[in-house]
């Protein structure tokens, strides 16, 4: 039990990246992202969404935008037909 039990020491898991990512983007008080910090996000949908369907890295789009107090994040996936 122990220190493995706490997690301490052991590598977080790339859904769990992605999911602190996007809580960043979504609670964040400013819209203004580097490209690169956009194209990170769009790596880590990708791999995440990926585990479930088949899709086109190069298909991803997100927007970003507020509406009021709001920030809202639009992810669009076009998924691959089998």
Excluded: T
């Amino acid at each position: 039990m122990g220190v493995s039990f706490l997690g301490i020491g052991k590598r977080k898991k790339s859904g769990r990246v992605a999911k602190e990512r996007i809580a960043f983007v979504l609670y964040s008080d400013r819209l203004a992202l580097s490209p690169k910090k956009i194209e990170e996000l769009k790596k880590d949908f990708y791999s995440l969404v990926l585990k479930y369907v088949k899709l086109n890295e190069k298909d991803i789009s997100i927007k970003i935008r507020r509406e009021g107090k709001r920030i809202i994040l639009i992810a669009e996936f076009p998924m691959k037909q089998n």
